[in-house]
């Protein structure tokens, strides 16, 4: 059975850091890409980080760039968004994603608050 459990959410003031985790179990395939989206209330989900777990690539959204960091433990199967210089905007539930084969899994999502 696939799980991706995230942790790492809560509620930060504006200038903080948070760091994201999200454990992934269970996936039959060998991964193609990880990455964090985020969904704020009233807008489309969208990518904040990835990486071409083939060649090491990562891709930021520009809104984050300079201030978000993904990274992964293979031998804990674990990912990470260490998210620093946190702004009211980067206020969402924000989800863990992986891509294998043709399959395309999701995390149940955790809140991420910044106020001003």
């Known amino acids: 059975q696939v799980q991706l459990v995230e942790s790492g959410g809560g509620l930060v003031q504006a200038g903080g850091s948070l760091r994201l985790s999200c454990v992934a179990t269970?996936?039959?395939?060998?991964?193609?890409?990880i990455g964090w989206y985020r969904q704020a209330p009233g807008k489309e989900r969208e990518l904040v980080a990835a990486?071409?777990?083939?060649?090491?690539?990562?891709n930021y959204a520009e809104a984050v760039k300079g201030r978000f960091t993904i990274s992964r433990d293979n031998a804990k199967n674990t990912m990470y968004l260490q998210m620093n210089s946190l702004k009211p905007e980067d206020t969402a539930v924000y989800y863990c994603?992986?891509?294998?084969?043709?399959?395309?899994?999701w995390g149940q999502g955790t809140q991420v608050t910044v106020s001003s």
């Open positions: 994603n992986v891509r294998a084969f043709v399959r395309v899994y």
């Open positions: 269970g996936i039959p395939f060998a991964i193609d890409t």
């Open positions: 990486i071409d777990t083939s060649g090491g690539l990562t």
